[in-house]
């Protein structure tokens, strides 16, 4: 698997799985959003990245010699203060400001966890987990709030 392959597979399951706030378009995205743009957004970046020998001389289930990789990503939820997302539950439940924030935050968390065999199966990917949450101040210039779930991705990396 390749980098960018492992981003766009993160960042499809999370617009697959995340309601979206707003009528259309994509609100979820591989980079940081302008402070111009449309919020709520969720944000996916790599942070670090390592390589690991699996062993002298093992080679992957293809034949080819790989290396174990961990790559940690930080996703972003960016909530301005007056964003508001109404669930579709019974009875709806109307999620505002921060207590939107951490709304999209236990739903992404759920929605990792759901697909981890999925994500074995179909994409080779062996684990993610969860290293770090932390919730940011409110931005006052921009009356933003955010929330960085930090996780780990790890897989084989065939060498060609």
């Not at 939820?77 to 539950?89: L, Q």
Request: charged share 20%.
């Amino acid at each position: 698997m390749k980098l960018v392959e492992l981003t766009d597979t993160l960042v499809s399951l999370l617009r697959s799985e995340i309601p979206s706030p707003h009528s259309s378009g994509n609100w979820i995205y591989s980079d940081y959003p302008r402070m111009d743009a449309t919020f709520p957004r969720i944000s996916l970046t790599q942070t670090a990245g390592a390589l690991a020998a699996i062993a002298i001389g093992e080679c992957t289930d293809s034949g080819k010699t790989g290396e174990l990789m961990s790559i940690s990503f930080d996703i972003d939820i960016w909530v301005k203060v007056t964003d508001k997302y109404t669930s579709t539950a019974t009875p709806p439940v109307a999620y505002v400001g921060s207590k939107l924030r951490e709304y999209y935050a236990d739903l992404i968390l759920s929605a990792l966890e759901a697909a981890k065999e999925a994500l074995r199966t179909d994409h080779g990917i062996l684990d993610i987990g969860v290293n770090n949450i932390s919730t940011s101040s409110l931005d006052e210039e921009h009356l933003l709030h955010r929330k960085t779930l930090t996780i780990e991705v790890t897989f084989i990396w065939e060498h060609d």
